[in-house]
């Protein structure tokens, strides 16, 4: 537990892309941000759980439910959740329009800012084309990104020995290829151009893991990042002033990553 001291409020802070139910999942970290940070709206913007990867393969440690704890204790102690399904828990999306825990179902939400914009906030897998109409090869693909992943994992392991940081071999490699830079372009100028025909001022979204904020020829494109590469967010500062954090550079300042239960505080209120 934490003194209040140490918790960062938000008006409203968007998570996506945590795919609970893989190995590359970093759900210490995660637990770490929710401990640290408390908000008004908490939006999660798909791809919570990864169905596709629990379907070949069950995998899931005491973290992973610890975080699923965890957002619903939020919710509990009055955080608005709206969770919007993304392709990797597609399932969900049958139960748009339901309250499950206090946990909203959307399938896209208008978020109205403190200073009075209205953002779209949609997973974005809908303007995908490969996902959209050819899943295959959206699995195919996956596959090929579970073995990066992978190989991220052994690079970060001899980092930590060496005494270095967290620093992520796959987003790095995404940004170099030049086929990712234009397929995050193609998608980026979707996501704003869909935000254009519905008369908002911008979008938050997630799915391309790569965290983003720019202004698209009069309408504001955020990405909030992904929690298996990037570790990152987007906040709401109570001015209505919007910005990415990126936990892992925010952590190196303080110990180590605290290891303790992060549910102790909800065993004792029991």
């Given at each position: 537990?934490?003194?209040?001291?140490d918790?960062?409020?938000?008006?409203?802070?968007?998570?996506?892309?945590?795919?609970?139910?893989?190995?590359?999942?970093?759900?210490?970290?995660?637990?770490?941000?929710?401990?640290?940070?408390?908000?008004?709206?908490?939006?999660?913007?798909?791809?919570?759980?990864?169905?596709?990867r629990?379907?070949?393969?069950?995998?899931?440690?005491?973290?992973?439910?610890?975080?699923?704890?965890?957002?619903?204790?939020?919710?509990?102690?009055g955080?608005?959740?709206?969770?919007?399904?993304?392709?990797?828990?597609?399932?969900?999306?049958?139960?748009?329009?339901?309250?499950?825990?206090?946990?909203?179902?959307h399938?896209?939400?208008?978020?109205?800012?403190?200073?009075?914009?209205?953002?779209?906030?949609?997973?974005?897998?809908?303007?995908?084309?490969?996902?959209?109409?050819?899943?295959w090869?959206?699995?195919?693909?996956?596959?090929?990104?579970?073995?990066?992943?992978?190989?991220?994992?052994?690079?970060?392991?001899?980092?930590?020995?060496?005494?270095?940081?967290?620093?992520?071999?796959?987003?790095?490699?995404?940004?170099?290829?030049?086929?990712?830079?234009?397929?995050?372009?193609?998608?980026?100028?979707?996501?704003?151009?869909e935000a254009?025909?519905?008369?908002?001022?911008?979008?938050v979204?997630?799915?391309?893991?790569?965290?983003?904020?720019?202004?698209?020829?009069?309408?504001?494109y955020?990405?909030?990042?992904?929690?298996?590469?990037s570790?990152?967010?987007?906040?709401?500062?109570?001015?209505?002033?919007?910005?990415?954090?990126?936990w892992t550079?925010?952590?190196?300042?303080r110990?180590?990553?605290?290891?303790?239960d992060?549910?102790d505080?909800?065993?004792?209120?029991?």
């Amino acid at each position: 537990m934490h003194a209040d001291d140490d918790v960062q409020r938000y008006r409203a802070i968007w998570i996506s892309d945590i795919h609970l139910g893989t190995k590359a999942c970093k759900a210490e970290f995660l637990l770490d941000f929710l401990r640290r940070t408390e908000c008004e709206t908490l939006y999660l913007v798909g791809d919570i759980i990864d169905g596709w990867r629990l379907k070949r393969h069950w995998y899931w440690p005491q973290a992973h439910n610890d975080v699923v704890q965890k957002l619903l204790r939020k919710a509990r102690k009055g955080t608005r959740v709206v969770y919007l399904p993304g392709n990797h828990d597609e399932g969900a999306r049958q139960f748009v329009g339901l309250t499950f825990g206090g946990v909203e179902v959307h399938d896209d939400h208008i978020h109205t800012t403190a200073d009075g914009r209205r953002l779209l906030v949609i997973h974005g897998d809908q303007f995908d084309v490969v996902v959209r109409y050819a899943k295959w090869l959206a699995h195919i693909g996956d596959t090929a990104y579970v073995v990066l992943l992978a190989c991220n994992t052994w690079v970060n392991a001899l980092r930590r020995r060496l005494g270095f940081q967290y620093w992520s071999l796959s987003a790095y490699l995404k940004h170099k290829a030049k086929t990712a830079v234009e397929f995050i372009g193609r998608f980026e100028r979707a996501l704003a151009e869909e935000a254009r025909r519905r008369g908002v001022d911008g979008v938050v979204c997630g799915h391309v893991h790569t965290a983003q904020m720019a202004d698209m020829q009069g309408v504001l494109y955020t990405n909030d990042g992904d929690w298996v590469e990037s570790c990152t967010a987007l906040v709401e500062h109570h001015t209505g002033e919007l910005e990415i954090l990126r936990w892992t550079e925010m952590m190196k300042d303080r110990p180590a990553l605290q290891r303790e239960d992060p549910l102790d505080e909800d065993r004792a209120a029991a």
